[in-house]
């Protein structure tokens, strides 16, 4: 049954648009006290937002960030045909930027792109252009909405972006989007074989290569050849 606890939590999730699971628990515990609900675990709780939820095509879905593999919970828009949550929130040709954005980090070895080359894009928008200045202020309010990561002058997709944005991107970006094929979702900061194209994870290479004397690919077994980073 919906309570008011589960409303708060709703609420919470709303307004912060992503939440580490530890200050989801926190949340939930805060909720449940406040209006004397007893506690039970928490996908148990969200389970019961989320059957109230999804008429309204909505669902709190729970993802791992790509960096050291922490959950993380984000309230998202299951409408697939277009960047549909974004979309009220942002102009047509800040979307745009946006999207051209994903395009850089999803072409990128590494899963990132450089401001200065996202920057340069501000000119080539539709339709309206962008001043530089402008650009640089829409990717700060998509860094602080959780829809963007930023480190060192570097962007790549933030987990809220990744639960909301997997299956547009799969079917939008069919050569360049990866399936991870330890947890079988979509990995943006990850490692490739060489010889198969099977992508993974760093966070899940560390958990899957922990403590193996020899590390091949699980798909083909060849020898993998990248820089494993240790598991946290």
């Known amino acids: 049954m919906m309570t008011e606890a589960h409303r708060q939590l709703l609420q919470a999730l709303l307004g912060l648009g992503l939440v580490e699971a530890e200050r989801a628990r926190k949340l939930q515990r805060l909720a449940c006290e406040a209006h004397r609900v007893p506690q039970e675990p928490l996908d148990t709780f969200i389970g019961t937002i989320n059957t109230h939820l999804r008429p309204l095509s909505m669902e709190i879905r729970k993802g791992l960030a790509e960096e050291d593999g922490r959950p993380h919970y984000a309230l998202v828009n299951l409408a697939a045909n277009e960047i549909t949550q974004l979309a009220s929130d942002y102009a047509e040709n800040e979307l745009e930027l946006f999207k051209k954005t994903m395009d850089l980090i999803l072409s990128s070895e590494n899963g990132f792109a450089s ?67 330890f947890c079988h979702s979509l990995c943006i900061q990850s490692q490739v074989c060489e010889d198969c194209g099977t992508a993974m994870h760093l966070h899940c290479l560390g958990r899957l290569f922990h403590a193996q004397a020899e590390r091949r690919c699980p798909h083909c077994k060849q020898f993998w050849p990248h820089q494993v980073p240790a598991q946290s």
């Open 115 to 181: 401001s200065t080359a996202i920057l340069n894009l501000a000119d080539q928008l539709k339709p309206r252009k962008m001043k530089k200045v402008e650009a640089e202020q829409l990717l700060q309010s998509l860094v602080q909405s959780k829809w963007l990561q930023e480190k060192e002058g570097e962007y790549t997709l933030s987990v809220r972006s990744i639960l909301e944005l997997e299956q547009y991107i799969f079917c939008h970006y069919p050569d360049l989007a990866h399936k991870c094929h």
